[in-house]
């Protein structure tokens, strides 16, 4: 019974942003009624316009703003850098010289918020690891492999052309 | 214009012309001679020697940031990046995908079928779709040849390189790949990317996943930001997540009805085993770096704690894209 009503949470849960996510749009473009391009169009919005996400269908997000809600294709805005994130910024930049000209340009490796991964002079000075390739070797799958763990997790093959029209 | 230029200018056209034609006989010679295919004329280099120079690109990758200590995760990793790698046109390449122990979000596809793949960025996947996109991303670099191009034109200019490559052709694959595994330190041209994320999202959804995978992972690092540490070499070696966006939107939206909605599996987690990956060393800093480091030197969080208060830095838009 409790692993019913957890499931079931679960699933609301999953089925609703766990925070209003606030967008920018990117281009002017229309806001359409259903996420179809073929469907009535409600609005055109501006660059700049800003709304509150409330759902995703593939490429679409269903989107609220000034009083209107409809389906836009997500290439056409962008979501808004997380406050936490952009007072960790600000407080890399360090100095008050720092908030007046922006963040100092991250050229050195010390300055930065902590996660440091590879950076250019790693991979410069890199030398050859045989013993990890190796493993790498040994982690290989082979095509039949795949396709079985594909088929699997219900996977199936589709024939799509490439978008600069070439060949498969 | 006086009749003596003339004269010199269509003799320097003479001999440009003859020059280019000697030039083309003797590559299409070697090339014939030797019996190379159609893409070895673009490249210079055969499919054998291509994988030679990536398996010591990828060994070098390795040797900087070696692979999550989770065999589990690895084999997994290789079975959806196989059976992606499956829908393009190289399928026969000896396919080898890895997630590498660095905490920076990238991503990085040595020729001949070598595609790597940050802890970082991994960790802030939420499905198999968006996983099959970055892979997509990366085969796309793979079978388009695009880093092995872009050695090859820096490397392959000097006389001495063209030498080499007649006559000795270790020496040749030596100069191609240069120090380290620099040629991802440089990155590709902006219009390598934008096809790669083209290749991506088809090869995604030839495979069955939703086509979607990879704009979401590129909204992801749009909405981090470029002063975001864990970004910084991939915001230098690629174009701006948002352009990216844009470009793709171009591509997509008159195309958007060929595309299945297609399916979005969970995503295997690194197993809780495995510790966090831990911050590369930074490297000796010399001359102006050094005075660079020591101005900014401000207090690092310790390798694999959680970026500061009210950052989930695996979970940015995961309410929206999120399972």
């Keep these: 019974m409790f692993k ?3 499931a079931l949470i679960t699933a609301a849960l999953a089925a609703m942003p766990a925070a209003a996510e606030q967008v920018v749009v990117e281009r002017d473009t229309a806001l359409y009624a259903e996420p179809r391009l073929e469907s009535a169009q409600v609005a ?10 409330i759902g995703k269908s593939g490429a679409w997000l269903n989107l609220k703003l000034q009083g209107v809600s409809g389906w836009l294709l997500s290439f056409n805005v962008r979501f808004q850098v997380k406050q936490a994130e952009a007072a960790e910024s600000a407080k890399e930049s360090g100095s008050a010289l ?3 000209f922006g963040p100092r340009r991250s050229v050195n490796v010390t300055s930065t918020i902590g996660i440091r991964g590879l950076e250019e002079d790693d991979l410069r000075q890199a030398s050859f690891s045989a013993e990890q390739m190796r493993q790498l070797e ?3 799958a082979t095509r039949e492999a795949a396709a079985e763990r594909a088929h699997a997790a219900g996977l199936a093959a589709e024939r799509v052309e490439y978008l600069d029209g070439r060949p498969q | 214009m006086n009749l003596r230029l003339k004269i010199w200018l269509g003799a320097a056209a003479a001999v440009a012309v003859l020059g280019v034609a000697s030039a083309a006989s003797i590559d299409l010679g070697r090339i014939f001679d030797v019996g190379r295919d159609l893409a070895t004329a673009a ?6 020697e291509e994988i030679a120079v990536g398996r010591e690109i990828a060994g070098r990758v390795l040797g900087a940031a070696p692979l999550v200590a989770d065999a589990e995760l690895q084999s997994y990793v290789n079975r959806v990046g196989r059976w992606v790698a499956q829908q393009a046109e190289r399928p026969d390449l000896p396919w080898r995908f890895g997630v590498i122990d660095s905490p920076g979000i990238n991503a990085f596809a040595a020729p001949g079928g070598y595609v790597l793949i940050t802890r970082g960025l991994y960790e802030i996947l939420d499905n198999e779709a968006q996983l099959a996109g970055v892979l997509g991303h990366e085969i796309g670099h793979i079978v388009r040849r695009h880093h092995i191009t872009v050695m090859q034109k820096s490397a392959a200019v000097s006389a001495g390189a063209r030498l080499a490559q007649r006559d000795n052709r270790a020496q040749f694959i030596n100069n191609l790949i240069g120090t380290g595994a620099e040629v991802f330190a440089r990155g590709l041209d902006k219009s390598a990317e934008y096809e790669a994320d083209r290749i991506g999202i088809v090869l995604a959804a030839r495979a069955g996943y939703s086509p979607y995978g990879l704009i979401e992972v590129l909204h992801k690092l749009a909405a981090r930001g470029a002063s975001d540490a864990s970004l910084a070499l991939l915001f230098k070696t690629h174009p701006q ?3 990216r966006l844009s470009q793709l939107g171009d591509a997509l939206t008159p195309r958007m009805g060929q595309f299945p909605a297609g399916r979005e599996p969970g995503i295997r987690q ?8 831990a911050a590369q060393q930074p490297v000796p800093a010399q001359g102006a770096r050094a005075l660079q480091q020591d101005e900014g030197a401000a207090p690092a969080v310790r390798p694999g704690q959680k970026g500061g208060i009210g950052v989930d830095p695996g979970g940015i838009l995961r309410g929206i894209f999120g399972r």
């Excluded at chain 1, 055109?44 to 996400?53: M, N, T, Y």
């Excluded at chain 2, 490249?43 to 054998?48: A, F, H, I, N, S």
């Excluded at chain 2, 197993?271 to 990956?277: I, K, Y």
């Design chain 1, 44 to 53: 055109q919005l501006k660059k700049g316009a800003d709304g509150e996400v």
């Design chain 1, 4 to 6: 019913f009503w957890g």
């Design chain 2, 43 to 48: 490249t210079g280099l055969d499919e054998k």
């Design chain 2, 270 to 277: 690194v197993s809780a085993d495995v510790p966090p990956p």
């Design chain 1, 98 to 100: 720092g908030r007046l």
């Design chain 2, 241 to 243: 997540p948002g352009e």
């Design chain 1, 138 to 140: 040994q982690y290989a």
